[in-house]
Antibody, heavy 117, light 107 residues
Framework: QVQLQQSGPGLVKPSQTLSLTCAIS??????????WNWVRQSPSRGLEWLGR?????????DYAVSVKSRITINPDTSKNQFSLQLNSVTPEDTAVYYC???????WGQGTLVTVSS | DIQMTQSPSSLSASVGDRVTISCQAS??????LNWFQQKPGKAPKLLIY???NLDTGVPSRFSGSGSGTDFTFTISSLQPEDIATYYC?????????FGPGTKVDIK
C-alpha cells in the first residue's frame, strides 16, 4: 500500500517560491512503472493537474502549460520523495496542493497554501 | 486540452435511492476515465478507473460505464456515508483534466 506524506509551509509571500515535499512509502520514486504527480484545488479553478516526474532509464517531467514557466518537480532518490517548486507566486496560487501517485490512485493529505503578505 | 463536463452539478436523494451522474469529454478518450469521491477536508479517493473498473476495496454499489465521450457513474443504493462530491477525470492526454464535480447529499 502506497502512502504519501506531504510537508511544507502553509503561507508564502507574493513573488516568492512555494516549496512542498512528498515522502513516499510502499513504492519507489525511481520505479520504472510509476509516475509522481502534483495536483491543486481551489474554488475558482477546481482540481488542476500541475505536473509529474517519472523514471524510465532517465528522469522525465511533464508540466501543465498554465504553470510551465514557473514550476519544477524534482525527485530525491536518497530520501524516496519528490518536491514541487512554484516560483513567483500570486494570490491566485492559493489552493490546497496534493501529491499523488500514478493514475492518481494514492494521494497525500493535502496542504493548504495561502499566498499573502 | 480535453474539457470534462458533469451533470448535474448537485443532487439530493434519499437513502437507498439509485443515483446517476453523467460525465462528458470534449473528445474521444476511449476508456481512460477515473471517478473520484471527495469528502470535505479530505483528498480525492479513487473509486473507478478505466471507466468501469472498481478500485480495490471500493463497495460494489458503485459502478461506472461508458466509453468514447459519454460516461456514467452510478450508486445503486445511496448510503449516508456516500455524501460527498464526485469528480470524473480523463487520462488519455496531458494535461490530465477533471470535471467540475457533482455534490451529492441526502434528502
Amino acid at each position: 500500500q502506497v502512502q504519501l506524506q506531504q510537508s511544507g509551509p502553509g503561507l508564502v509571500k507574493p513573488s516568492q517560491t512555494l516549496s512542498l515535499t512528498c515522502a513516499i512509502s510502499g513504492d519507489s520514486v525511481s520505479s520504472k512503472s510509476a509516475a509522481w504527480n502534483w495536483v491543486r484545488q481551489s474554488p475558482s479553478r477546481g482540481l488542476e493537474w500541475l505536473g509529474r516526474t517519472y523514471y524510465r532509464s532517465k528522469w522525465y517531467n511533464d508540466y501543465a502549460v498554465s504553470v510551465k514557466s514557473r514550476i519544477t518537480i524534482n525527485p530525491d532518490t536518497s530520501k524516496n520523495q519528490f518536491s514541487l517548486q512554484l516560483n513567483s507566486v500570486t494570490p491566485e496560487d492559493t489552493a490546497v496542493y496534493y501529491c499523488a501517485s500514478s493514475n492518481l490512485g494514492y494521494w497525500g493529505q493535502g496542504t493548504l497554501v495561502t499566498v499573502s503578505s | 486540452d480535453i474539457q470534462m463536463t458533469q451533470s448535474p452539478s448537485s443532487l439530493s436523494a434519499s437513502v437507498g435511492d439509485r443515483v446517476t451522474i453523467s460525465c462528458q469529454a470534449s473528445q474521444d478518450i476511449s476508456k481512460y476515465l477515473n471517478w473520484f469521491q471527495q469528502k470535505p477536508g479530505k483528498a480525492p479517493k479513487l473509486l473507478i478507473y478505466d471507466a468501469s473498473n472498481l478500485d480495490t476495496g471500493v463497495p460494489s454499489r458503485f459502478s461506472g460505464s461508458g466509453s468514447g465521450t459519454d460516461f456514467t457513474f452510478t450508486i445503486s443504493s445511496l448510503q449516508p456515508e456516500d455524501i460527498a462530491t464526485y469528480y470524473c477525470q480523463q487520462y488519455l492526454n496531458l494535461p490530465f483534466t477533471f470535471g467540475p464535480g457533482t455534490k451529492v447529499d441526502i434528502k
